[in-house]
């Protein structure tokens, strides 16, 4: 029997009401496969617990991490917390702590009377957006000089080591080779002319050893304006820390909003644990009133099972959404249905069962 340890951080809002929907189906998989085990340990770190204790974790919470095979994260934001504190102090310091280097964030239209862009389908909205997520833009690099003067300057760098950008490229290719699909990178070369330069002549240069996967390179502003007027010419996408955090949700807005939007921070070489939640935030706007959406928890759910090399029950854990996004009877009000968050949870378990018989994952 394999058993998998997962730390659950629930965080803030709506993430431990999203999450627990996640913990039930993996406790669902677990019944229906006799040879998987998942055991669960909770941390109770976030802003809530930042205005209690002053801080977003524990001094020693990146050794109590260190021995699981996954991070399970729920949501992280709360009213009186400055967002640089919860992000910088929680999130980027496990991402960067265990050097979850990749980013992984699929843009899949599920149903297409979800996308606001007209005439668009299933067919045109499917790829992948892979995140730089160790460095770059976010590497936490400047200085504030003369602070409160009328001389004061501000300077944030950004920092693209030649490991960390060919390591991210690399990815990218190896995944665009393997999943048979053309490979495009997004940056702004013209503009930043030290670091996107140089992403994308390492770009360039380890395409050279990819002769077989179909390549394209825009800047970023075009980009952005092809993923509204023609996302489908994109498949497999490499850029930036900042980029893809920019793209991404605009990913997000174009297939049904950031309740079916999921993200994976991994450490491919699993030297550490890596990281797995939706990326809607904590919505403190409609947190305990039962109607968060948990399609993009049960999501990162889906991509945590591929990364422990189980996946025929990622496959049907997003099949079972891709099934239950067509059916508006049992969604939350932020897709047009009127269930709870639990019974959303608890419809899907059963659909599960019928995808897992189906497909016959067991």
């Known amino acids: 029997m394999k058993n998998f340890d997962i730390a659950l951080i629930p965080g803030d809002g709506i993430g431990p009401e999203v999450v627990t929907e996640g913990v039930k189906v993996?406790?669902?998989?677990?019944?229906?496969?006799?040879?998987?085990?998942?055991?669960?340990?909770?941390?109770?770190?976030?802003?809530?617990?930042?205005?209690?204790?002053?801080?977003?974790?524990?001094?020693?919470?990146?050794?109590?991490?260190?021995?699981?095979?996954?991070?399970?994260?729920?949501?992280?934001?709360?009213?009186?917390?400055?967002?640089?504190?919860?992000?910088?102090?929680?999130?980027?310091?496990?991402?960067?702590e265990f050097d979850q280097y990749v980013n992984l964030r699929p843009v899949i239209l599920l149903n297409q009377s979800l996308t606001p862009l007209k005439s668009k389908?299933?067919?045109?909205?499917?790829?992948?957006?892979?995140?730089?997520?160790?460095e770059g833009e976010y590497a936490g690099a400047g200085d504030w000089l003369f602070k409160?003067?009328?001389?004061?300057?501000?300077?944030?760098?950004?920092?693209?080591?030649r490991k960390g950008t060919e390591r991210i490229i690399r990815y990218a290719y190896e995944e665009a080779r393997k999943s048979n699909r053309t490979l495009t990178s997004i940056s702004k070369g013209n503009a930043l002319n030290y670091s996107m330069?140089?992403?994308d002549e390492v770009f360039e240069e380890v395409g050279?050893?990819?002769?077989?996967?179909?390549?394209?390179?825009?800047?970023v502003d075009a980009a952005s304006l092809y993923l509204v007027s023609d996302p489908e010419r994109f498949e497999v996408?490499?850029?930036?820390?900042?980029?893809?955090d920019i793209i991404t949700d605009l990913g997000a807005g174009i297939t049904g909003g950031l309740g079916l939007a999921t993200g994976a921070n991994v450490n491919p070489e699993k030297q550490y644990p890596s990281m797995f939640e939706p990326v809607h935030g904590s919505?403190?706007?409609?947190?305990?009133?039962?109607?968060?959406?948990?399609?993009?928890?049960?999501?990162?759910?889906?991509?945590?099972?591929?990364?422990?090399?189980?996946?025929?029950?990622?496959?049907?854990?997003?099949?079972?959404?891709?099934?239950?996004?067509?059916?508006?009877?049992?969604?939350?009000?932020?897709?047009?249905?009127?269930?709870?968050?639990?019974?959303?949870?608890?419809?899907?378990?059963?659909?599960?069962?019928?995808?897992?018989?189906?497909?016959?994952?067991?």
């Not at 729920?74 to 504190?85: K, L």
């Not at 050279?208 to 800047?219: A, C, Q, R």
């Open 26 to 96: 993996l406790k669902a998989i677990e019944k229906m496969d006799t040879n998987l085990s998942f055991s669960f340990t909770e941390f109770p770190w976030g802003c809530e617990h930042y205005l209690k204790t002053g801080k977003m974790m524990d001094d020693d919470g990146i050794d109590k991490l260190r021995h699981f095979d996954a991070i399970y994260l729920g949501a992280v934001g709360y009213p009186g917390v400055p967002d640089h504190i919860s992000l910088w102090e929680l999130l980027l310091r496990i991402r960067k």
């Open 148 to 161: 409160g003067q009328p001389e004061e300057v501000v300077l944030q760098t950004g920092v693209f080591s």
């Open 197 to 199: 330069v140089f992403w």
């Open 283 to 362: 919505a403190p706007d409609i947190a305990g009133k039962g109607i968060a959406n948990p399609i993009a928890a049960i999501w990162s759910v889906s991509q945590m099972l591929d990364f422990f090399g189980e996946e025929r029950w990622g496959k049907a854990v997003l099949t079972t959404i891709q099934d239950m996004v067509k059916e508006t009877e049992m969604l939350t009000p932020d897709l047009g249905g009127n269930a709870a968050t639990g019974d959303v949870g608890d419809s899907f378990i059963e659909k599960l069962k019928i995808t897992a018989d189906t497909i016959k994952v067991k």
């Open 121 to 134: 389908t299933e067919e045109d909205i499917d790829f992948l957006v892979i995140r730089e997520n160790s």
């Open 208 to 219: 050279k050893e990819y002769p077989d996967v179909e390549t394209y390179s825009y800047l």
């Open 237 to 244: 996408v490499v850029t930036s820390n900042l980029f893809g």
